[in-house]
């Protein structure tokens, strides 16, 4: 039992949200309660509105539940304040989302030494020029996000947020601003390097054919977990 809980990097317990709304309270997600293992690559599902981003948010401590408990990397986000859980997302975490997030003024190295020169490494740049290498743009470290193509841009989103060494890496419709091809691409650069690093993989998606490639796959339904 007890290795059991060791082996889980990412937990939630009971976890709700509510908002206000000219209606009344909005319940976003009721009770969502699961587990995650470390190395683990899991799919987010359901329609328009089923609390799939605000569920990655939760997990990933960039919001806070009205009710229930989140726990990452060992850490209860609940007893932390907004300082401690950056903290934490700094040390553990990767982010990649649809629309890239890329510092316009700076140039793809730069782009993925910034989360290294934050944390005080002063390996930045061999590590960010490492991994750059490994997403394929060795080429193309002195370009601009301007000077890049979409997917380009979204290897440059990869390597930053795999070049700290995360223990999981959430993933918010990261091809959804790419063409099916260039999607392929990037989902196989993702899952190879959730293999090759170990860090554990959360998707949300509502492409079926990326959710099966994940080990799992849970299914989310006007705020509740129906299946996974």
């Known amino acids: 039992m007890q290795m059991e809980r060791m082996d889980t990097v990412l937990a939630a317990r009971g976890v709700g949200k509510q908002v ?21 690559s ?20 960039l919001d806070e539940p ?9 850490a209860d986000l609940g007893r932390l304040d907004e300082d401690g859980r950056a ?3 700094a040390r553990h975490v990767g982010f990649v989302f649809q629309s890239f997030h890329l510092v316009p003024s700076l140039t793809a190295l730069e782009n993925v030494m910034l989360p290294l020169e934050l944390a005080g490494r002063r390996d ?31 290897r440059v989103a990869i390597a930053r947020a795999f070049v700290a060494g995360p223990d999981v890496l959430f993933a918010d419709e990261p091809t959804g601003n790419l063409d099916a091809a260039t999607g ?17 993989l959360v998707l949300v998606t509502h492409d079926h054919s990326l959710a099966s490639r994940c080990g799992r796959v849970i299914r989310l339904d006007a705020g509740r977990v129906v299946g996974g």
Do not use: C, W
């Not at 206000?20 to 683990?40: F, H, N, Q, W, Y």
């Not at 009205?66 to 060992?74: C, I, M, S």
């Not at 490492?130 to 193309?140: F, S, Y």
């Open 87 to 89: 903290a934490v997302r």
């Open 20 to 40: 206000s709304s000219p209606e009344g309270t909005l319940a976003i997600l009721s009770d969502v309660s699961l587990d995650v293992r470390r190395g683990e």
């Open 184 to 200: 392929g691409r990037i989902m196989d650069l993702l899952f190879g390097l959730n293999v090759e690093t170990g860090a554990t």
């Open 124 to 154: 930045a740049r061999p590590a960010a020029l490492d991994v750059l290498g490994r997403v394929g743009l060795a080429g193309r470290v002195g370009h601009y996000p301007r000077q890049l193509s979409g997917g380009e841009q979204q």
């Open 66 to 74: 009205t009710t229930g408990a989140v726990e990452l990397a060992g």
């Open 42 to 61: 899991v799919a987010i599902m359901g329609a328009s509105g089923a609390g799939k981003s605000t569920l990655l948010a939760l997990l990933a401590g």
